[in-house]
């Protein structure tokens, strides 16, 4: 049986996934800013990932009576259902490819703009898809008007990119001006002395908890000079282009994995011969993990060696002896498997079209960056303005999206 099958309990779940993927970012991006290489991160990401998976495959795709409708987690392994398991591979395939894409777009657009524009790219896409191969479960009435609210939300995160970075460039701007007639010393030095004000961030504080090191305001040049100089990947000078591509080429691979999923667990192409049971979502998550843990491990072992977009070069002995941040990283890998679980048993009950309400995560993701990260901080109002309403667009897209949630009938 499921563990999730009223529109109630689909609803919790796409509430919760929805916080458990609007964070886990937020914390690779943390270690990114301090300067731990994103191969090593992700390569300990993969691990509690995949984890998470086959604790939920043990645990919850346990629970209850196996029936042909609703098989259990082992039930399935032993069948011919191969069409379905390559659905679910290819599904973890493109997961992959766009959350490793996703950790190198972070580095040049930031976090808020790389969650926004991918967000919006799989919800228009994915949705769309979704709705059509569940049998138009979902209220389309309901369900485009809250896929609207992500495609004006996009622009206006395309705004705010343009309006924040243009705020970035002035501070740097003005900071060079002021160095160059001698005035830039003061301003480090009352920066650096600037120890208990609240509008403080330092990089150190964040996970260790300690308050030690030198501070610059958040949202000075100070401090958007010393985030750079602490980052693994540098990015200043480097046109955003590059990042924004990244990010569209994210879009697309993370718009396809939720249909993928779909597919396997429900085989709305009878691609399975008569009277084999269709994978129970327990099943195809296992497979799915499995998939997308495989490709990032050896993307990013072979990353260690030739990096791109300009990372440090490292080495195997050096991952292993890197521990520092690596709990964050191992965290971020549960929170992830944990939240697309979630967002899957929510799918398999309510129709994927509006599971996909999960994929707001700047909702989360902002809150996340402005606290943590000190973005947008002493920006113009014109950039306060754009976000705000881009705020609001995703809370009125998630709201919609979940009420348009049905109920799945009975596979055979």
Not at 325 to 341: E, I, M, P, T, V
Request: proline share 3%; hydrophobic share 45%.
């Amino acid at each position: 049986m499921y563990l999730v099958e009223s529109k109630a309990g689909a609803i919790a779940c796409m509430l919760f996934s929805l916080l458990l993927l609007g964070t886990w970012p937020a914390l690779l991006t943390l270690l990114e800013r301090r300067g731990r290489l994103p191969q090593h991160t992700y390569l300990d990401y993969t691990i509690t990932n995949l984890l998470a998976a086959t604790f939920i495959a043990f645990t919850a795709g346990e629970i209850g009576r196996s029936t042909m409708d609703k098989p259990n987690f082992f039930t399935p392994l032993s069948q011919e259902n191969w069409p379905s398991v390559l659905f679910a591979i290819a599904g973890g395939l493109v997961l992959s490819l766009g959350n490793l894409s996703t950790q190198y777009a972070w580095a040049y657009v930031g976090l808020s703009v790389t969650e926004v524009i991918t967000a919006s790219i799989t919800v228009v896409i994915g949705t769309t898809l979704n709705y059509y191969l569940d049998e138009k479960i979902n209220k389309a009435e309901i369900l485009f008007p809250g896929v609207g609210c992500f495609l004006i939300a996009v622009c206006l995160g395309s705004a705010v990119h343009a309006s924040n970075a243009a705020d970035n460039k002035a501070k740097l701007d003005y900071f060079e001006n002021d160095s160059k007639n001698g005035v830039g010393t003061k301003g480090v030095t009352d920066s650096k002395q600037t120890n208990t004000n609240t509008n403080t961030v330092d990089m150190n504080d964040l996970e260790n908890g300690a308050a030690f090191g030198e501070k610059a305001k958040a949202g000075t040049a100070l401090f958007l000079i010393e985030v750079e100089n602490k980052r693994a990947m540098k990015v200043f000078g480097k046109s955003t282009y590059i990042g924004l591509a990244i990010t569209f080429f994210a879009g697309a691979c993370l718009s396809l994995f939720s249909p993928a999923f779909n597919l396997a667990t429900n085989d709305q192409w009878h691609v399975l011969n008569d009277g084999v049971p269709h994978l129970s979502v327990y099943t195809a998550f296992f497979y799915f993990s499995v998939s997308s843990s495989l490709i990032a491990t050896i993307l990013n072992f072979t990353f260690l060696y030739r990096p791109v977009l300009n990372a440090p070069k490292s080495t195997l002995k050096s991952y292993v002896n890197d521990w520092d941040g690596r709990g964050w990283a191992l965290l971020a890998g549960l929170l992830s498997g944990f939240g697309n679980g979630l967002q899957f048993m929510g799918g398999q009950a309510a129709g994927y079209a509006a599971a996909d309400a999960v994929q707001a995560l700047p909702l989360v993701s902002t809150f996340w960056g402005v606290i943590l990260f000190g973005e947008y901080r002493r920006s113009s109002g014109r950039t306060y303005t754009l976000l705000a309403g881009m705020l609001l667009m995703f809370i009125a897209a998630v709201a919609i999206l979940m009420a348009s949630a049905g109920h799945r009938k009975l596979n055979r």
